[in-house]
């Protein structure tokens, strides 16, 4: 039987800055180990920005938008190997300063950090356009299909060396944002979910990094996406949601 998560009922914190750091302690083992196949993502790249930190950009937010993936409708890949929210689900916040893009929440996963290539980002031709766990965000401009970044939160095998990857750009290429920080923690076990952990995660990207600063001033549309594989390429599955910014 498959009760409907806890996390259905959290009442979002608008503050940011009340994360509370831990240690995380329960990188999963049955991650294959990294492989060597060549990649879209392997520069690294700052686009010139300064390096950010999350405290300090929490601090500048003006906004923030509240995600929740918990359902079977909001599976787009692969939705039969969708096994309900301890498979995978996750609520986030996503907020934006003047300068950079805030991530703070948690997921839950049954086989976190599974990655079995160093480099997961894929070409778009493939089905599989993200190689392993990872949390993806896209922003665009509703009204013009050609402005878009998206960058992905890439765990690392077994949440080691995790980092934040630009995936596409209008204006820069593909990398990793080594000004971005980005942190994994160990999260409590919410009730009714099988026990399975939360894993909390929190990142913050300067807007000079992804390109296109004048793509976050205006209407912008938000596509969170979950990329979720428990073992062989079979597992895979995404999971997304899309808000609007007005
Ligand atoms: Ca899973």
């Known amino acids: 039987m498959r009760n409907l998560p806890s996390i259905r009922s959290v009442i979002y914190s608008v503050a940011l800055t009340l994360m509370l750091p831990a240690t995380l302690s329960h990188a999963d083992e049955v991650t294959p180990s990294g492989g060597n196949r060549s990649s879209m993502v392997d520069a690294d790249?700052?686009?010139?920005?300064?390096?950010?930190?999350?405290?300090?950009?929490?601090?500048?937010?003006?906004?923030?938008?509240?995600?929740?993936?918990?359902?079977?409708?909001?599976?787009?890949?692969?939705?039969?190997?969708?096994?309900?929210?301890?498979?995978?689900?996750?609520?986030?916040d996503i907020g934006f300063t003047p300068d950079a893009v805030?991530?703070?929440?948690?997921?839950?996963?049954?086989?976190?950090?599974?990655?079995?290539i160093a480099r997961p980002a894929m070409p778009e031709w493939w089905m599989i356009t993200y190689g392993g766990d990872g949390i993806q965000f896209t922003f665009d401009d509703p009204t013009s299909a050609s402005r878009r970044v998206s960058f992905v939160l890439n765990f690392g095998s077994r949440a080691t060396r995790p980092e934040v990857n630009l995936m596409a750009s209008q204006t820069r290429p593909a990398g990793i944002i080594s000004t971005a920080d980005?942190?994994?923690?160990?999260?409590?076990?919410?009730?009714?979910?099988?026990?399975q952990r939360a894993v909390m995660f929190r990142a913050a990207v300067p807007i000079?990094?992804?390109?296109?600063?004048?793509?976050?001033?205006?209407?912008?549309?938000?596509?969170?996406?979950?990329?979720?594989?428990?073992?062989?390429?079979?597992?895979?599955?995404?999971?997304?949601e899309v808000i609007e910014r007005k």
């Open 45 to 92: 790249f700052s686009g010139g920005a300064e390096h950010v930190r999350f405290d300090d950009a929490a601090r500048e937010l003006t906004s923030v938008y509240p995600i929740l993936i918990a359902s079977a409708s909001q599976v787009v890949q692969n939705s039969f190997n969708w096994n309900g929210p301890v498979d995978a689900s996750l609520r986030c």
């Open 102 to 116: 805030v991530v703070r929440g948690e997921f839950v996963d049954d086989y976190p950090f599974c990655q079995p």
């Open 182 to 195: 980005f942190e994994l923690f160990d999260g409590q076990a919410p009730v009714n979910n099988g026990g």
């Open 208 to 240: 000079a990094a992804l390109g296109d600063s004048r793509l976050f001033s205006g209407p912008l549309r938000i596509t969170l996406r979950m990329h979720d594989l428990d073992g062989d390429w079979s597992t895979y599955q995404v999971l997304q």
